[in-house]
C-alpha cells in the first residue's frame, strides 16, 4: 500500500454508531460521512474504551488504555510521559493542526500540536459563555455574536431548560455556531497548506454532545414524531445494578423517571440534527482537501469519542464518574477510514478498539508505531484482508470494567455481589441480565477470569526507567510462562 503522508482525524463527540446513516440508521442525514464510508472501510463494531470524552480521547491518541495511561476520567489528566499520536507526528516533522475540542489539558494540548485553535466544550450546566475557550470567545466578539451565545448559556439556568432535559433551539446562527467555526477553521487551515510539507490535522467537534440544542435550520430538520423510540424505553431497571437506577433518578440534576416519550423524541430530534450538522463540517472538510489537490494525499478518519444513552431504559446522556454505565449504545462508535489506495466500501463487523487508531494512522502514513502502544493497527483491514482477531473487546468506568466478545458481555464491579452479563447475539439490547442465572454461572465465572487475564496483560509500566528497552513489561508477561512450558 502506499503511503500517504497526510493525516486528517474528525473527531466527533457522543456520537453513537447506530446513529449515521451507514449504520443503518433510516431517520438521520449523514450524505458526507456516508460517502466516507463508501469510499474506504467501515468497522461497524468499534468500541470507546471509556464512555467519557477526556478518558477516550487520551486513549485513542496514546493507543494505550485508560487505566493505563492515567486519563481514568474528565477529572484527569493522561501521564505527561505518554505519548500522543500529535506528538509522533510532530517528532516526524510535521505541521500539526489541533481544532476545535481537544480535551485532552493544557500540557498534552502544547506538546500534540504546533498550532490550534480551540472552542473547548460547551458545558450544558455552564449558564455563561465564558466557560469557551479563548479562540472561539474572541472571535464570536469580534463577529458581533456575543450576545446570542450569552442568550443560548442563560437558557441553562431556566426551569424550563432542566424540565426539557436540556433540548432546546439554540439561538447562535448557524454560520456561528461551534462546530461550523470548527469546520471552517479547517478549511482554512487546508487552504494554508503546502503541497510539499506533510501535515496531522485533528478536527473536534464538540457535537452531538449534550446540551440537545442545535441552531436553526437543524433544530428543525427532523419531526419528532418521525423518530422511533428505544424498545427499553419504558422497561424497569429490575436487575440491573443500582447504580443505573440511583443515576435514572438524580445522576445529572435531572430526574429521568419524569422523561416522557414526547420529551424524549424532541431531545432526539435535536440531537439527529445535531448529527446532521456535524456531518456538514465532515463535507466542508473533504471539499477542502479536493479543492486543494490534497485528497490523494491524505488518510481520512471519522470516529466519535463514546456513544449516548439516548433514552436507553428511559436514561439520557452518558457515564459519570459516580455512575458508571457500560451499555453498547454508550460505547459503539462510527469508525471509518479512508486512504486514496484503500478498498473503497469495505465493511469489517470484527469488533475492534478505538485504541487501535493510532498505530493505524501512524503505519498508514509510514511511521513505525511506538513499542508502548497497545491497539492493533487496522491497516491490513484497509487493503481488504481481516481485522487483528480478538476473544473480546475491554472498557472500563472507573473501577467498573467490561469485557464482550461477539456473542457474551460481562460488566464487573469489584467487591459487590451484582453485575452484568449478556448474550449479545440474541439480546443485543442488554434486556436479560443472566449474572444471577444459575444456568450461566459457568460463563460468568470464566469470563471474570478472562477478564482479570486481560488486565493483567493490558499493565504497561511506562513511568519507570528500564535498562532493558521500551515496553520490557511485554516481556515480562510472557517469558516466565514460555520457559515453564519447555
Not at 227 to 242: A, W
Not at 312 to 336: A, C, N, Q
Not at 455 to 479: D, Q, S
Amino acid at each position: 500500500m502506499t503511503k500517504p503522508k497526510n493525516v486528517v482525524l474528525i473527531l466527533s463527540d457522543q456520537l453513537r454508531a447506530d446513529c449515521v446513516g451507514c449504520g443503518g440508521n433510516e431517520v438521520v442525514q449523514t450524505p458526507h460521512i456516508d460517502a466516507l464510508a463508501a469510499s474506504g472501510t467501515h468497522f461497524t463494531h468499534t468500541f470507546s474504551q471509556h464512555p467519557q470524552c477526556a478518558p477516550s480521547r487520551a486513549s485513542l491518541l496514546t493507543g494505550r488504555y485508560p487505566h493505563v495511561n492515567g486519563a481514568v476520567s474528565n477529572h484527569t489528566a493522561m501521564g505527561e510521559s505518554e505519548i500522543t499520536l500529535g506528538e509522533y507526528f510532530r517528532e516526524a516533522g510535521y505541521r500539526n493542526i489541533g481544532l476545535g475540542k481537544l480535551h485532552l489539558f493544557e500540557q498534552k494540548e502544547n506538546a500534540a500540536f504546533t498550532e490550534t485553535a480551540q472552542t473547548g466544550g460547551q458545558q450544558s450546566d455552564a449558564t455563561s459563555p465564558d466557560v469557551l475557550h479563548e479562540d472561539y470567545k474572541v472571535w464570536l466578539k469580534h463577529n458581533g455574536y456575543w450576545q446570542a451565545a450569552e442568550e443560548a448559556y442563560a437558557i441553562h439556568g431556566t426551569d424550563q431548560y432542566w424540565d426539557d432535559f436540556q433540548a432546546n433551539v439554540n439561538p447562535i446562527p448557524v454560520e456561528a455556531y461551534i462546530d461550523s467555526w470548527v469546520g471552517d477553521r479547517a478549511v482554512e487551515a487546508i487552504q494554508r497548506q503546502s503541497a510539499a510539507e506533510p501535515f496531522f490535522m485533528f478536527v473536534g467537534l464538540p457535537n452531538p454532545h449534550m446540551p440537545f440544542d442545535c441552531p436553526e435550520p437543524f433544530a428543525s430538520m427532523y419531526d419528532p414524531a418521525d423518530i422511533p423510540v428505544p424498545t427499553t424505553f419504558g422497561m424497569g431497571l429490575d436487575r440491573k445494578p443500582p447504580i443505573q437506577a440511583a443515576f435514572k433518578r438524580e445522576g445529572r440534576r435531572v430526574n429521568y423517571e419524569h422523561l416522557t416519550e414526547v420529551k424524549l423524541r424532541q431531545a432526539m430530534a435535536y440531537y439527529y440534527g445535531a448529527v446532521s450538522l456535524v456531518d456538514e463540517q465532515v463535507g466542508k472538510v473533504m471539499g477542502a482537501l479536493e479543492t486543494a489537490g490534497l485528497r490523494d494525499d491524505t488518510v481520512i478518519a471519522f470516529c466519535s469519542d463514546h456513544g449516548e444513552l439516548l433514552g436507553h431504559f428511559g436514561m439520557l446522556t452518558k457515564s459519570i464518574d459516580e455512575y458508571p454505565i457500560l451499555y453498547d449504545v454508550g460505547l459503539r462508535v462510527p469508525l471509518i477510514v479512508n486512504t486514496p489506495d484503500g478498498k473503497r466500501g469495505h465493511i469489517v463487523d470484527e469488533p475492534v478498539e478505538l485504541v487501535d487508531l493510532c498505530p493505524t494512522l501512524l503505519e498508514a502514513a509510514g511511521l513505525e508505531p511506538g513499542p508502548e502502544i497497545q491497539g492493533h493497527s487496522l491497516c491490513p483491514a484497509l487493503s481488504g484482508d481481516e481485522a487483528p482477531a480478538r476473544d473480546y473487546v475491554f472498557a472500563e468506568s472507573g473501577a467498573v470494567k467490561m469485557i464482550r466478545s461477539r456473542r457474551h458481555k460481562l460488566v464487573y464491579y469489584p467487591g459487590q455481589t451484582y453485575g452484568e452479563l449478556y448474550d449479545v447475539t440474541e439480546d443485543p439490547d442488554e434486556i436479560d441480565n443472566l449474572y444471577d442465572d444459575p444456568s450461566h454461572r459457568t460463563l460468568r465465572e470464566r469470563m471474570k477470569t478472562d477478564l482479570l487475564d486481560r488486565l493483567i496483560g493490558a499493565e504497561a509500566a511506562l513511568h519507570g526507567e528500564c535498562k532493558r528497552g521500551a515496553a520490557y513489561w511485554r516481556y515480562l508477561h510472557t517469558k516466565a510462562f514460555e520457559s515453564s512450558s519447555q
